[in-house]
Every structure is written in structure tokens, then in C-alpha cells.
Nanobody
Framework: QVQLIESGGGLVQAGGSLRLSCAAS????????MGWFRQHAGEDREFVGA????????FYADSVKGRFTVSRDNAENTVSLQMNSLTPEDTAVYYC??????????????????WGQGTQVTVSS
């Protein structure tokens, strides 16, 4: 069982930056690939970025590549999403998820088995 708690959301002007964090419980954090997804109002959850269990591999949606960075600290059981050059289109609720390494697709939300409660990011123009 893994519990995830996100933090760091808020209101920022276009062009600004935010850093989201996700704290995980449990002693087997490194067994899980971690992903960040976002959900715009009335839409399905969409992939943003992800990182492998040992942190050696990262993956990004084309829409955020070069602007967002996913990192993790397995000693601290945390995963972060650094978001730079934010635009109003990045406004959404952001969720971190945990997926058993090697199972399913890192891009596919239903393949993640644990989710945080979400944190709102609002980018004003």
C-alpha cells in the first residue's frame, strides 16, 4: 500500500514557475515508477511526465517537453515536478501516481494503482 500526498500547487502568472512535490508512504518506493498527470475541467486525465523506479529514465508529454522536469529522491520517498515557462494551458489539477515497475504503460493513467488527491495549478495570462 502506498499513500501519496501532493503539494506545491497555486496561482502563478504566465511565464512563471512552480514546483510540485509528491510525498509517498511505504518502504518500497523505488519499486514504483512515478507519474504526473493533469486533468483539465471536463476532460480525461492526461499524461505529463514520469520517472522510472531508480530515476534513470524520464518521459514527457510533447506539450511540456523542455519546460517540465520530473525528479525523485528515493531516500526521501518524494517525486517532484518542476514546471517552468508556464502558460494558461497548463492550468489543471495535477496528480501524482504510482505504477508497479514493468507493468502496463507509463503513459496510461489506468495502469497506475495509487494516486494522490491532486493539487490545483492555475496560470493567469
Amino acid at each position: 500500500q502506498v499513500q501519496l500526498i501532493e503539494s506545491g500547487g497555486g496561482l502563478v502568472q504566465a511565464g512563471g514557475s512552480l514546483r510540485l512535490s509528491c510525498a509517498a508512504s511505504g518502504r518500497t518506493f523505488s519499486n514504483y515508477a512515478m507519474g504526473w498527470f493533469r486533468q483539465h475541467a471536463g476532460e480525461d486525465r492526461e499524461f505529463v511526465g514520469a520517472i522510472s523506479g531508480n530515476g534513470g529514465l524520464t518521459f514527457y508529454a510533447d506539450s511540456v517537453k523542455g519546460r517540465f522536469t520530473v525528479s525523485r529522491d528515493n531516500a526521501e520517498n518524494t517525486v517532484s515536478l518542476q514546471m517552468n515557462s508556464l502558460t494558461p494551458e497548463d492550468t489543471a489539477v495535477y496528480y501524482c501516481g504510482a505504477r508497479s515497475s514493468g507493468h502496463g504503460s507509463i503513459y496510461h493513467a489506468p495502469d497506475y494503482i495509487y494516486w494522490g488527491q491532486g493539487t490545483q495549478v492555475t496560470v493567469s495570462s
